[in-house]
């Protein structure tokens, strides 16, 4: 079958053929409906290295945001029809501690020694014409459309956590949220933060056409300028918002979420860029928290999954072949993709 395969580090990927996984035992063969190209990939064969990539050694087949229809089932397991959708659940945990019981195999107790972050990031993903994945990983999405539900698994997954941990700051009366960095995740959680929450959404993002599409969502849109949080706190009355996601991650993004919050804020930093953060006892407002998330649990992509079989979660996709997969990553490193990038090797179960 045809792959796209992650060979070795500072390398572009490459797409050959390898041969078609067979399920073991706890395992399901799904035949790929979709799978996203995520900037994730990018880090690891573009900016990775042996120490740095540990958990991501290749060789192994890109692609942690999939969806598929159940093509086989391996030794010992039950319960899947041939030709229903799922979605794959990507971190790959030990399987045993209390964090991977819980189904939160994104926080794994044994991440340090694991050899693999996820489906896709150290073990074959879904960039491919079939792939193997354990059956507790795999979930239902019943009638709804697999291929525009592949980037859910992580665009969508990761927002949810970050916002659904950040719950307590956004309950109530007259509260504000705030989104910075307006591509595929953040455009997702406009849309997540209205249907949880009745938090006044304010997005901010240097790019009109970002803008454009949050304030079309019901954000109020602040360009991200010399006065992005002066504007931010005049639209809160001074106050400050309640809750800051930030999804870019660089050093002033940072600062603008910090700045734009008010006292018991939360702060969560969701961009991996590796901007450090910065603190003092005089400009910071009281009690304010700062955390950093990573992806999200099953039980949660349960949730991302029935939301988007409701509409409250809409993605916007530009659709790849196989063949063209790596035209898709050379666009994301570009910068030239206006929506995610979704390779489709099969249109059909």
């Known amino acids: 079958m045809k792959a796209v395969v992650f060979e070795q580090f500072n390398t572009f990927p490459t797409l050959k053929e390898v041969p078609e996984p067979t399920p073991g035992s706890g395992e399901v063969l799904l035949k790929v409906a979709g799978a ?74 044994s991440a340090a020694t694991n050899k693999s972050l996820a489906l896709g990031l150290g073990r074959d993903g879904g960039m491919a014409e079939y792939m193997t994945v354990p059956a507790r990983n795999l979930v239902p999405l019943g009638d709804a459309d697999p291929i525009g539900a592949a980037p859910l698994a992580d665009a969508a997954l990761t927002p949810y956590h970050a916002i659904r941990a950040a719950m307590p700051h956004l309950n109530g009366g007259g509260k504000y949220a705030l989104v910075i960095g307006l591509g595929g995740l953040g455009q997702i959680a406009i849309q997540i933060l209205h249907a949880l929450t009745g938090a006044t959404v304010i997005a901010t993002d240097t790019k009109p056409e970002a803008l454009a599409k949050a304030e079309a969502k019901g954000a109020i849109p602040v360009m991200s300028d010399e006065h992005q949080v002066e504007n931010i706190r005049k639209i809160t009355h001074g106050e400050g918002v309640d809750a800051a996601f930030d999804f870019v991650g660089v050093a002033p993004t940072i600062a603008a979420a910090q700045a734009s919050g008010g006292p018991g804020s939360r702060v969560t930093v969701v961009g991996i860029a590796g901007g450090k953060a910065e603190y003092d006892w005089y400009s910071k407002p009281w009690e304010q928290e700062l955390l950093g998330v990573y992806w999200g649990s099953i039980p949660e992509l349960y949730d991302v999954a029935n939301m988007y079989r409701h509409g409250q979660i809409q993605t916007e996709i530009e659709t790849y072949s196989l063949d063209n997969a790596l035209d898709a990553y050379h666009k994301l490193v570009d910068n030239k993709l206006s929506a995610r990038a979704v390779v489709v090797p099969h249109t059909k179960a």
């Open 36 to 109: 996203g190209c995520c900037h994730s990939d990018v880090s690891v064969f573009q900016d990775y290295t042996p120490e740095t990539g540990s958990h991501t050694k290749p060789p192994f087949i890109l692609g942690h945001e999939t969806t598929g229809w159940v093509e086989e089932v391996g030794p010992d397991v039950t319960g899947f029809k041939k030709g229903d959708a799922y979605i794959v659940y990507g971190p790959t945990g030990c399987g045993h501690c209390p964090h991977c019981v819980a189904g939160q195999e994104n926080y794994c107790s």
